[in-house]
Every structure is written in C-alpha cells, then in structure tokens.
C-alpha cells in the first residue's frame, strides 16, 4: 500500500470507538482519514513506511498489556498518557462585583423604623423627628451633647463612654449636609442601616453617605468600600493582554521584557512586579467611581484638592489599592496596571500569598488606598464575634518571599523540565528528590534572584482568552443547569451519567430538602411593612411596633421547589433505589404537612350544581 502522508480507514462504529480513545484526530470521508496522526497510528500497528510503501516490520507479540504491546510493534518505548487520573467536580463559579452588606447601604447611619424597609435617609427625612442609638458626646465649648463629631457651634465633641437615645428633626440635617456638599436634591436612594452595633454606637457622616449615592458607591462595615474578585496567579503578561499602553508601562517601571530586551511592543512578554495587579475590568469601573467620591468628598468635606482627577477607568492605572482576603485582619498593598476583561483578579503569587490564599477558586477584595485611610475607622465595627475580621487593621507595604506561604515558595521557575523530572514520575518519587533540579523559589531566597528572573514552560495567545462567563451564571434556573450538568456527563465518556445525577440528589437535592421542611416547622413570622422578626406570632395577631401583617418567612414553594427535578432525575437515570426511596419518603412527609384531607376544595362545576 502506497503511502501519501494520509491513511484511509474503514468507516465503522467499533474503529470509531478505537480512534476516539486514541485521541486520533481524523476526518470522515467515505470512512476514515487520518492526516497528522497518520504516521503514529502506522508504526502503532507493527507498520512502517519505506520508499512510499506500507511495509509489515514487526509481528504481533503476545500480552496483555496494550501499551507494552504497542511499543513492541512500534519499535519505540512509548509511555501510558495518563498513569494516574483523578476526578474533578465543579468550584465556584467566577466573580467580579462590589461588596455589599446586606441592605446595601450608603452610610452607616441609624434611621431607624423612619427609614421604612429599605432603610432610606429619604424617607426619615419626610418625618418630623427620629429617635436612634447612638453614642453620646460632649462639646467641651458649649457643654452641649450630642451624637456628632463636631458641634453645632463648630467645636470638636469628645466621646462620653455612654450610649442613649438621641431624638433630632433629621429633615434639617440632611439640609445641612446638602448644603455642605453643595447637593440641590437628595438622590433617588439614600441606604442607612436601621442600627447601629459597633461598641460606642458612633454614626458616620450623612455628608459621606450622600457623596457615595451620587456615585454609585456603597459602604462595608468598617467604612470602606471594595470590590471583590476571583483569585488567579500571573508571573508574566503581555501590555496588549492588559490593555495598557507600552508608553505608560515604561512610566510604571518596565522598560523591559522578561529576557532583557528594551520594551517597545505590545506583545512583548513582561515579567510582572511582585506588587502589581491586573484586575477585571469591572474593578476598574467601580473604582473611578470610588475615586471621584473621593475627590468629591476631599474637595467639599474636607476642603482640601481632589487626588485622582480620573475621568476614565485607564486613569486608574497606577493607583495603590490595598488587597485582603475576608478570613484576616491583614491588608496587602498593590498596584493596578491594567485591567482584563475576564472576571477575575491575576496577580503575583506571592501577593496572593500575602493575602493568606493559594488560588483555589476563592475570592477576595481590593479597596483604593485613599478610602482605606479616611474612611476607615474601628468605632463602626460591630461589637460581635467575628466583628475584627475581614479588616484592615495592619497594612503590608513591602512583600518578602521569604515570609509568605510554603506553596508560593514551591514554584518551579524553569523554562523546560528535565528528563529526570519525568524519569522521576514513573516510579511515584517523592518531590523532595528532584527539588534540586526544579529551580524552585525557596532555593533562591537571600540570594537576591527571588523577585525576578522567572521562566515559564508555555506561552499562550492572551491569558484572558478562555470562557469570560460560565454558563452555571448564565443558565438562570436551576433546573436549566442541572439539565446542562446531566447532558454533559452522558457526553464525557470518563462520566457515568448515573452516579452524577445520584450524587446531585444526594449531596444537593435531598440535604436542601430536609432542611427546608425543618426550617418550615421552626420559622420566624416577618412584618411586611418593617420588617421586624417574631420567633412566634403575637397574641395580637399583627406586628406590635407598626400595627403591620404578618408573613411567613418559609414557605411551602421553597420547601418542595427541588422536589420535582430530583424525581425526574430518578426516573430517567439509574438512581439507586434507597435513594429514590428517601425521595418518596420526603414527598409523603412533605403531602402529610401541607395537605388536609378533611378540607376538600370544591371545583367551580361542583359549586354550580
């Protein structure tokens, strides 16, 4: 048989099947074609081409074993692709998006039941009077308390060590703190909180509150306002990857690639700084809108000049943020250099390790240094376990290597492995044996050489290039994912379709199930109109601060809203029967509690006769 560079094969299901597991890449055409692979699949098979003509070298040789069996024939030791497999699941979905508490406020500022449910300064400012908590000052002026920092005389309050009940007409000063920031209107959403749960109970300024709702800017706990992001490590990057001019680059302090070489194109490779951070793109919205708050509020709060004068998210490049992750009291302080238009956050590992995370799907939050260090303050933090994390009480300015996480020290920092690096992986050897070899990080430090001078084994088109959204946010209900989830695993031939849909039901479904009909029989009733919480109804039958109706706070909707997928993932795949037998069992518990057979609902046919 002549040999062209291409193979013909027989077109039928069962050599189908045998490419496929191959991972031959072939065309159909009035069977099979194999161009790149055709050579392989040739000296595979005991074959081998001379003079433009299939020969037969080697006979078929007897074993078991089909890798050893296809070396023998091929005349070349060829290795397993993938000794060891393991399985993966699903981690958390990307994110990109500003922090918020959970009413979204804008200041954090008491307005009490005057606020109405969505705790509007709006709102209060329509009442004549409000009474709220707070700390109480004194004015060692005029000897007059109140809950301000400054008093109306224009001196400086001091603390008293007390809290009480303060009652002021707040429609005037919500004038007054329009007129200070020179705002004509309110507007349209002015978000306080209904109290306050910090120790000495001290407001913040309304001012702030309203410069932050111009600008679309909301408040955390402490003061601050952030953004949070998805965590992925980037030793090098590309300016074109990030969008930022080679002119500006060279400003920041590249004024060269990663081999040395003086930068002047866009696709040029650059190694990153250890400090600087790519943030998505949505980050950098938010955060000129945090900058011009902060100008604002400098400019007509304070009475000092604006600082960032940024009138497009690019002016933002080269301001210093501060980093943290939610489980410590640790800020780390970056520099952005760019934006990425994928949801996430790249920055160094060894700034990731500085947060305390090794980039395993978790997410954490950037703020603008400036607002760190004006608006943040500990009198707002809640006095409550917990209350102290997830703030910035200590600030990393400069990061050692050799004082972050063991993992960040274990990057290898080769341009190619070794062949006893993958000698090594044969015979399952310990890392410790080819350490040496590896060039790790934690062999570099106190050299000088452990901030730069990285290699990396493969370059890619752009580190953005992969799915920006999954389609587990895409998909809107959650029958439209599962259904996605169930089609891809009958797609992917490693999967059994099976044992996917019965760990959905039982790791998912049937916990989700069983908790809500627990949390139906323990319920709070709500208030519809302020929102205020009873563990059981009032004899009154109403809420007794306003007089409102009550509701449920679980209802019979949410308790049986997975039942109905998971019986028919039960019908339509091979579900164990234990399982499908704790779903009946849910489904006569759940008819037991919401159905009365002594009250029959008449149809309209039957009330007619």
């Known amino acids: 048989v002549s040999f062209d560079g291409t193979l013909k094969l027989r077109g039928d299901d069962e050599l189908k099947e045998i490419l496929l597991k191959l991972g031959a890449l072939h065309l159909e055409r009035d069977g099979f074609v194999l161009e790149k692979y055709a050579y392989p699949v040739i000296r595979?098979?005991?074959?081998?081409?001379?003079?433009?003509?299939?020969?037969?070298?080697r006979e078929f040789p007897e074993g078991d074993d089909p890798v050893e069996t296809a070396s023998k024939l091929s005349g070349v030791k060829i290795m397993p692709r993938a000794?060891?497999?393991?399985g993966t699941r699903m981690g958390r979905p990307e994110k990109a998006a500003e922090r918020t508490m959970r009413a979204t406020p804008h200041v954090l500022f008491p307005v009490g039941e005057a606020g109405g449910r969505e705790r509007l300064v709006n709102s209060?400012?329509?009442?004549?009077?409000?009474?709220?908590?707070?700390?109480?000052?004194?004015?060692?002026?005029?000897?007059?308390?109140?809950?301000?920092?400054?008093?109306?005389?224009?001196?400086?309050?001091?603390?008293t060590g007390e809290v009480g009940v303060h009652e002021v007409r707040f429609y005037q000063e919500v004038e007054k703190a329009k007129e200070r920031v020179g705002m004509v209107s309110l507007p349209n959403k002015v978000k306080g909180v209904i109290g306050l749960s910090s120790r000495n109970k001290t407001p913040e300024c309304l001012e702030k509150g309203l410069l932050r709702a111009k600008h679309g800017v909301y408040v955390f706990k402490d003061g601050t306002a952030r953004f949070d992001m998805t965590n992925v490590p980037l030793t090098h990057f590309k300016p074109r990857e990030i969008g930022t001019p080679v002119e500006r680059l060279r400003?920041?302090?590249y004024d060269s690639d990663w081999k040395g070489m003086p930068l002047e194109s866009e696709d040029q490779i650059c190694e990153l700084k250890v400090q600087d951070v790519v943030p998505s793109r949505k980050c950098g919205i938010y955060m000129l809108r945090i900058a011009n708050y902060m100008d604002e509020l400098l400019e007509k709060f304070y009475g000092m000049e604006p600082f960032y004068n940024a009138s497009e998210p690019d002016d933002m490049v080269g301001s210093i943020v501060v980093g943290m992750s939610p489980h410590t009291s640790a800020g780390a302080a970056g520099r952005i250099i760019g934006f990425t238009d994928a949801d996430v956050c790249f920055a160094h590992p060894f700034y990731h390790a500085a947060k305390r995370r090794n980039c395993d799907g978790d997410e954490d939050t950037l703020m603008l240094l400036?607002?760190?260090?004006?608006?943040?303050?500990?009198?707002?933090?809640?006095e409550k376990r917990g209350g102290h994390m997830d703030l910035p009480l200590v600030l990393t300015t400069r990061i050692s290597p050799a004082e972050v996480d063991k993992e960040a020290q274990n990057i290898d920092l080769l341009p190619r492995y070794p062949l006893d690096f993958y000698r090594a992986t044969i015979h399952h050897a310990h890392p410790k044996e080819v350490e040496k070899e590896m060039d790790l990080v934690a062999g570099r430090i106190g050299t000088g050489r452990e901030y730069d001078g990285f290699a990396f084994t493969h370059d890619t088109k752009d580190i953005a290039e992969g799915v920006k959204t999954s389609s587990y946010k895409t998909l809107k209900t959650m029958e439209d994912k599962l259904n996605a989830q169930l089609e891809l695993a009958r797609k992917i031939r490693a999967v059994d379709e099976s044992d996917v849909a019965t760990r959905v039901i039982q790791t998912h479904f049937l916990p989700d199930l069983i908790g809500n009909l627990r949390a139906?029989?323990?319920?709070?009733?709500?208030?519809?109109?302020?929102?205020?919480?009873?563990?059981?109804?009032?004899?009154?039958?109403?809420?007794?601060?306003?007089?409102?109706?009550?509701t449920l706070t679980v209802h019979e909707k949410s308790i049986k809203k997975y039942l109905e997928p998971a019986k028919r993932i039960m019908e339509r795949f091979d579900v164990p029967d234990y399982t499908k037998q704790r779903i009946l069992v849910f489904e006569k518990a759940a008819e037991s509690l919401f159905h009365n057979d002594s009250v029959k609902k008449p149809t309209l046919d039957e009330f007619l006769k």
């Open 124 to 159: 209060a400012a329509r009442a004549n009077k409000i009474k709220f908590e707070a700390g109480v000052r004194r004015c060692p002026e005029c000897g007059k308390t109140t809950y301000k920092r400054r008093c109306d005389c224009g001196a400086l309050t001091v603390p």
């Open 251 to 253: 400003e920041l302090g």
């Open 44 to 57: 595979g098979c005991g074959f081998d081409v001379e003079n433009g003509v299939v020969k037969k070298v």
């Open 520 to 550: 139906f029989s323990t319920q709070q009733v709500r208030c519809v109109k302020c929102n205020k919480k009873y563990r059981r109804v009032p004899l009154k039958g109403v809420c007794t601060h306003c007089g409102g109706a009550l």
């Open 370 to 382: 400036l607002d760190v260090l004006i608006n943040f303050s500990l009198e707002y933090i809640p």
């Open 83 to 86: 000794p060891q497999r393991i």
